[in-house]
């Protein structure tokens, strides 16, 4: 690859990734918060090596133009004025040399950083994807729910007090939580939901991703709903409701599900990509 390439290149994605993270919270589509500090210097020493690497082609070179000039004289000299056999007159160290088209490719993700960020994932993969499993829970370590209502909870909280709580301290309780909406392909497809008055289904799933490291490893938390139809897909709703009655409450045939009382649209929060409880302003 030509340098001027390789400067651009590494200017680009410096650029990329500290407005991704400084000007834009766009790299929480694709990471945890706590990258943050590293994206932030490695996008600064991107930008310094770009920054070097482009300086080193443009700054003066007059004593290796003349040392070039030298040799170039020597060479006439020896060779006769350093006409190839050709008789085109190219000498020794000529370069004909081209970067491979393919390596304009490279620009791209470094562009897609600046002007169009990949969208976050959302619907379309959780729909696709089985619920991640909540670890199993002593009951000694489940505490008392606080009395407040509607209870603020998150939705593993939730599934594993519906699933595993043999106090059934859930039982009645109206609880609220937040999420994305999530299409329930089961129902769409003509499986066995609840369904309104014009044939159209009203489950569907509250969903939250959880990131380990980055949205390659990402997993998704689900909760059913019943009793309202769908927002559009991948809307943030807080919604609030009791526990649907399906199964045993505090064992495994118990499901994850609310009756909905209330769903209000919310904006994204800033810890999409983690349950957790939306920080309060």
Same mark, same amino acid.
């Given at each position: 690859?030509?340098?001027?390439?390789?400067?651009?290149?590494?200017?680009l994605?410096?650029?990329?990734?500290?407005?991704?993270?400084l000007?834009? *919270?766009?790299?929480l589509?694709?990471?945890?918060?706590?990258?943050?500090?590293?994206l932030v210097?490695?996008?600064?020493?991107?930008?310094?090596?770009?920054?070097?690497?482009?300086?080193?082609?443009?700054?003066p070179?007059?004593?290796?133009?003349?040392?070039? %000039?030298? *040799?170039?004289?020597?060479?006439?000299?020896?060779?006769?004025?350093?006409?190839?056999?050709?008789?085109?007159g190219?000498?020794?160290?000529?370069?004909?040399?081209?970067?491979?088209?393919?390596?304009?490719?490279?620009?791209?993700?470094?562009?897609?950083?600046? $002007? /169009?960020?990949?969208?976050?994932i959302?619907?379309?993969?959780?729909?696709?994807?089985t619920?991640k499993?909540? +670890?199993?829970?002593?009951?000694?370590?489940?505490?008392?729910?606080?009395?407040?209502?509607?209870?603020?909870?998150?939705?593993? *909280?939730?599934t594993?007090?519906?699933?595993?709580?043999? *106090?059934?301290?859930?039982?009645?309780?109206?609880?609220?939580? +937040?999420? $994305?909406?999530?299409?329930?392909?089961?129902?769409?497809?003509?499986?066995?939901g609840?369904?309104?008055?014009?044939?159209?289904?009203?489950?569907? /799933?509250?969903?939250r991703?959880? $990131?380990?490291?980055?949205?390659?490893?990402?997993?998704?938390?689900?909760v059913?709903?019943?009793?309202?139809?769908?927002?559009?897909?991948?809307?943030?709703?807080?919604?609030?409701g009791?526990?649907?009655?399906?199964?045993?409450?505090?064992?495994?045939?118990?499901?994850?599900?609310? %009756?909905?009382?209330?769903?209000?649209?919310?904006?994204?929060?800033?810890?999409? /990509?983690?349950?957790?409880?939306?920080?309060?302003?």
């Open positions: 690859m030509k340098r001027p390439l390789q400067a651009l290149l590494l200017l994605s410096g650029l990329g990734l500290l407005h991704a993270t000007v834009t *919270d766009d790299y589509r694709y990471v945890k918060q706590g990258m943050h500090p590293l210097a490695s996008g600064a020493l991107l930008l310094v090596l770009g920054t070097a690497e482009a300086w080193s082609l443009w700054r070179r007059a004593q290796d133009a003349r040392q070039a %000039d030298a *040799d170039t004289a020597d060479t006439d000299a020896d060779t006769g004025a350093g006409t190839a056999p050709d008789g085109h190219h000498g020794p160290g000529h370069d004909h040399s081209t970067p491979p088209r393919v390596a304009w490719l490279l620009l791209l993700p470094a562009l897609s950083l600046l $002007f /169009y960020a990949p969208p976050a959302g619907a379309y993969t959780a729909s696709r994807e619920p499993a909540v +670890t199993v829970t002593d009951q000694d370590d489940f505490d008392p729910l606080p009395k407040t209502s509607p209870l603020p909870i998150t939705l593993t *909280d939730f594993r007090r519906v699933q595993q709580d043999q *106090d059934r301290a859930i039982d009645g309780r109206t609880v609220e939580m +937040t999420g $994305f909406v999530t299409p329930d392909k089961g129902t769409s497809a003509g499986g066995g609840d369904s309104g008055d014009d044939g159209t289904t009203t489950t569907w /799933y509250l969903t991703a959880i $990131f380990s490291c980055c949205a390659a490893d990402a997993q998704f938390v689900k059913r709903v019943h009793g309202t139809p769908p927002p559009p897909a991948d809307t943030w709703v807080t919604l609030t009791t526990w649907h009655s399906s199964g045993t409450l505090g064992t495994s045939s118990a499901e994850a599900a609310v %009756d909905a009382d209330t769903v209000k649209e919310v904006p994204r929060p800033p810890n999409a /990509y983690a349950d957790a409880l939306t920080p309060t302003r």
